[in-house]
Structure formats: C-alpha cells, structure tokens
Nanobody, 124 residues
Framework: QVQLVESGGGSVQAGGSLRLSCAAS????????KAWFRQTAGKEPEFVAG????????YYADSVKGRFTVSRDNAKSMLYLQMNNLRPEDTAVYYC?????????????????WGRGTRVTVSS
C-alpha cells in the first residue's frame, strides 16, 4: 500500500500562486495513476487534475484548465500541482490520490490511497 502526504497549502490573495506537493512512500512501484482532488465542507471530493504513471495522460477539470499544472517525478516519488491565478472559489482542502486501475479518473471511489489533505485559502 502506498502512503501519501501533501504539503504546500496556505493562504494567498486572488491572482496568486501556490505549489502543492505530494510525497509517496511504501509501495511506490505501482503503476499508479495519481490525481488531485479538492473538497469543501459538506460537498463530495471534486476532481482537479490527474496524471498517468509515465505522464502520457493528463486530465484537468474544466474549472482549472489553463491555470493549474499537474506533474510528477517518479524518481522522487513526488506529485505536484502548480496553481496559478488562484480564485476564491479554489478555496478547499486539496488531497492527492493514487490508483492502479482508473477507468474514470474523476471518481474518488476508483482510487486506492489518499493523503490527509492540505488546506488552500484564497481571499478576494
């Protein structure tokens, strides 16, 4: 089983940037597709971005296209999310997730492992 730990969250003003990181440990061999989700109080986790094991497939939610960039460094077992031009509606707890068999990347139930999350707050 892979363990995931997110970092890099914080508070920024609208228009600012943050870079989230997700460190994997344990069974990091995979192959694992990895993704970022976000969640606000009382809502289901929302898919943000996903990237396949070798980076050949990359997916984004429409709401973050052109502003967020997902990447991974398999040698370091790291996943990243560069977030630019942040908006107040991006405020959420951000989670990284890993899954071996992903037919619908947007479905939280398809992922085998989750981190504990890192909070992002964007003020107007």
């Amino acid at each position: 089983q892979v363990q995931l730990v997110e970092s890099g969250g914080g508070s920024v003003q609208a228009g600012g940037s943050l870079r989230l990181s997700c460190a994997a440990s344990g069974d990091t061999i995979g192959p694992y597709g990895k993704a970022w989700f976000r969640q606000t109080a009382g809502k289901e986790p929302e898919f943000v971005a996903g990237i396949s094991q070798k980076g050949r497939e990359i997916y984004y939610a429409d709401s973050v296209k052109g502003r967020f960039t997902v990447s991974r460094d398999n040698a370091k077992s790291m996943l990243y999310l560069q977030m630019n031009n942040l908006r107040p509606e991006d405020t959420a707890v951000y989670y990284c997730a890993a899954g071996q068999i992903l037919t619908d990347w947007t479905k939280p139930s398809e992922y085998d492992a989750w981190g504990r999350g890192t909070r992002v707050t964007v003020s107007s």
